[in-house]
């Protein structure tokens, strides 16, 4: 559904709701930066599992020998950083979610369009 064909009141509860629960890039950086290696990016754009995965990840590192200690955490590095390269485009997917989520709580089921309804219009 188009948020231009909501009313007023609907629109800035929307507006409102967004504001106060969107993701936002700076605490994400930081995030990523200080606690990037346990997953903290991760947990803060919903990304649950692989954030554990992640966490899961440095604790068995840094548990096992010194072999295995490097190997992981080199596997955990090279993971933190893929994470660097993608933020941003991972930001804009979990704030677009976020926005939909508010859209389908704000909107009664009664006024968005069935299918029947959006194919004969």
Avoid: C
């Avoid at 990840?57 to 020998?65: E, I, K, R, Y």
């Avoid at 072999?67 to 930001?91: E, P, Q």
């Avoid at 979990?94 to 939909?100: E, K």
């Amino acid at each position: 559904m188009d948020e231009t064909q909501l009313d007023l009141d609907q629109q800035h509860q929307i507006k409102r709701r967004y504001r106060q629960q969107k993701r936002r890039f700076m605490p994400l950086i930081w995030l990523w930066l200080l606690t990037g290696l346990l997953g903290g990016h991760r947990y803060y754009l919903k990304q649950y599992r692989s954030g554990v995965a992640m966490t899961l990840g440095l604790f068995v590192a840094l548990s096992v020998g010194w072999f295995t200690w490097y190997l992981l955490v080199a596997i955990n590095l090279g993971w933190w950083l893929y994470d660097g390269f993608h933020l941003k485009r991972w930001l804009v997917l979990t704030n677009a979610q976020i926005r939909q989520q508010i859209l389908r709580q704000v909107v009664p089921p009664s006024m968005t369009p069935t299918n029947k309804e959006a194919n004969n219009g």
